[in-house]
């Protein structure tokens, strides 16, 4: 039987992302928090959409409510970086 290992990534988060969770109030803080950490587990979960118009590394998306997520992942270092989190009409300029 053969064993199939899920590897756990690690989170960082760029200036911007950290910038404006800070100001969420905390429920939100909580629903972005609790799917960035699903997102350690599982990085393409089945509503993750790729965002054009990133020259270099692929950036992906993911909802929390009205909140989109933004990151790359990177599988050399085990790591997803949160690019980006804010209202879907700001997220993408």
Sequence with gaps: MKSLLKMAFSVQFGPQASKFIKKLDSNTKERIKAKVQRLCNDPFPSETERVEGYKGEK???????????????RY????????SVDKRSRVYG
């Design 59 to 73: 950036v992906f998306r993911v909802r929390v409510g009205d909140y989109r997520i933004l990151y790359i992942v």
């Design 76 to 83: 050399v270092q085990s790591s997803i970086i949160i690019v």
